[in-house]
């Protein structure tokens, strides 16, 4: 794998850093932005003060539909007026040449390695027939239940790791002092899709699963998707417009790196036309 690829992974296992202190958070609302689209804002203390701001959106998969773009790296926003997608976030990683790290799926077509050890979890949505005895979309522990590429019933997948937290409530990711911007995918315990977006890189992802472990929001497991500067979400409803991080702080990265914002592999979210 490339030279990326293993940095990230070593800093991700590295050894354990010192426990945090426990965090709390401020009270908080969902506001409907759509049908079946919630959102609201975590706001992080730690001994009374504000370090972390949470963006979640919760999404309801059986009025709203999945679906995974691969293609020329571009800013999110283009990917969302080339997608007309309503909720749009990051992918997993990818190399240097762009191509994705573990498999993506998209409307079927398969990218990337069909198989690497390296990845933990996998989002699938939309399967084929939409069979009533398969989620609409969910979150797959590739260590517990490996799965067949092959015979994958979605349209609609992307591997990621690690796994921060698993359906057993264990968090599955070790200690580590690398802090940075995330973007976490997960499922709750109804059955919904929560996007979830650090504002700023407090967290390491074990305090992040820490976190999100001891949290209301009933997550069932979560999944880390990519971090840093690639970690975005934008949210363009009639309710709600929302881009994460800034333009004003894209255009800031792109001072130092031009790509710093493009991504090749994205994932949107559709009202359902039913």
Not at 151 to 167: R, V, Y
Request: aromatic share 10%.
């Amino acid at each position: 794998m490339l030279r990326r690829f293993f940095a990230i992974v070593l800093l991700l296992w590295a050894s354990a850093a010192p426990a945090a202190a426990e965090l709390s958070y401020l009270d908080y609302t969902w506001q409907t932005i759509g049908k079946g689209i919630e959102f609201t804002r975590l706001e992080v203390l730690d001994k009374k003060e504000v370090v972390e701001s949470l963006a979640v959106v919760r999404l309801d998969p059986n009025l709203n539909s999945f679906r995974i773009f691969h293609g020329s790296p571009r800013r999110l926003q283009s990917w969302q007026e080339l997608t007309g997608a309503v909720v749009l976030f990051n992918g997993s990683y990818f190399t240097k040449d762009w191509q994705p790290c573990g498999l993506v799926v998209s409307d079927g077509k398969l990218y990337g390695p069909r198989r690497n050890e390296a990845m933990r979890g996998m989002f699938v949505a939309e399967p084929r027939g939409m069979s009533p005895d398969l989620p609409r979309a969910t979150i797959l522990d590739l260590v517990a239940n490996p799965v067949d590429i092959n015979k994958l019933p979605w349209t609609q997948g992307l591997m990621s790791f690690p796994l921060l937290l698993d359906s057993r409530g264990r968090i599955r990711v070790k200690k580590t002092e690398m802090q940075s911007q995330r973007t976490v995918i997960c499922t709750d315990r109804k059955g919904n899709i929560l996007v979830i977006h650090t504002a700023g890189d407090y967290f390491t992802l074990y305090e992040l699963a820490k976190f999100l472990k001891a949290s209301s929001l009933e997550i069932d497991a979560a999944l880390n998707l990519d971090g840093g500067s690639k970690a975005q979400l934008a949210i363009k409803t009639p309710d709600l417009s929302f881009v994460a991080p800034s333009s004003l702080e894209q255009s800031a990265r792109e001072l130092f790196d031009e790509k710093a914002s493009l991504l090749p592999t994205v994932i949107g979210v559709f009202p359902r036309q039913e």
